[in-house]
């Protein structure tokens, strides 16, 4: 059990959409981004999944998960290719129509005027969205994010996708914020883990977790300890401390 969050913290998840992502052609980069800012708004992102571009599967996804989560990330399929069908998959999801936007569609003709260039129907294509979605301005690229019931779908460019999810953050409920601290000690986890395993039964309201490294052909062992009770993670990480310095 998670014991780091409170039970009225929002919880979220990511679906990261892209055949590129699945083959490996790309580094999904977008997950971390997205964890990083929801821990520090005390958000609690529960789950993420990545998956093809693919409607029918994007569409389940989304009804499965936006019924589960307080709020649904996406990344991915909202450019002017054949294979950009977020939009389309997002409106399917809750029954909604895939409509024209005016607001984008205006900002994309601008745009391609300013350049002496005409629209084509790849480019009218990304002023497409669910209709009655919020949009998602952002200081990135002309064309927004959008926000659907509780499923903000942003662009899989990581840049881009930062400045969208910057705009997202005043539209979310936070939470109580998850403090971590962390010790690293150049010892094989294996000869503290139990007496790692006991400062934990001690204190069950901070969530503790050991990861192993090697560097210069020497293991060692990062320990990492969260939680939303601020006096028992200061308790906890000075007995892991005295632990490590008396190892």
């Known amino acids: 059990m998670d014991t780091t969050s409170p039970a009225n913290n929002p919880t979220a998840a990511t679906i990261i959409i892209g055949n590129e992502i699945l083959s490996g052609r790309t580094l999904d980069i977008n997950t971390q981004e997205i964890a990083l800012t929801l821990v520090g708004l005390g958000i609690t992102l529960v789950e993420t999944r990545t998956i093809a571009d693919d409607q029918a599967m994007i569409v389940a996804t989304i009804r499965e998960l936006s019924s589960k989560y307080d709020y649904i990330f996406t990344t991915g399929g909202i450019g002017p290719t054949h294979d950009d069908i977020t939009a389309a998959s997002v409106a399917a999801a809750f029954n909604l129509q895939y409509v024209r936007n005016d607001e984008i569609y205006d900002i994309i003709k601008k745009h391609y005027s300013s350049l002496g260039e005409k629209l084509n129907p790849s480019r009218e294509k990304m002023a497409y969205v669910p209709e009655s979605s919020t949009l998602l301005y952002n200081d990135a690229t002309m064309v927004p994010g959008f926000v659907t019931k509780n499923v903000f ?67 060692g062992t990062t320990l990492v300890l969260s939680s939303t009770d601020y006096d028992a993670l200061d308790n906890s990480f000075n007995e892991v401390k005295n632990l490590c310095d008396n190892a």
């Open 153 to 219: 779908s942003m662009a899989g460019i990581p840049h881009i996708m930062k400045s969208m999810l910057k705009s997202a953050i005043p539209m979310l409920k936070q939470g109580t914020i998850v403090k971590s601290k962390s010790i690293e000690i150049m010892i094989g986890e294996s000869k503290i883990a139990d007496r790692f395993e006991a400062i934990q039964l001690k204190y069950i309201n901070v969530d503790m977790g050991s990861y192993p490294f090697t560097k210069d052909d020497k293991h």
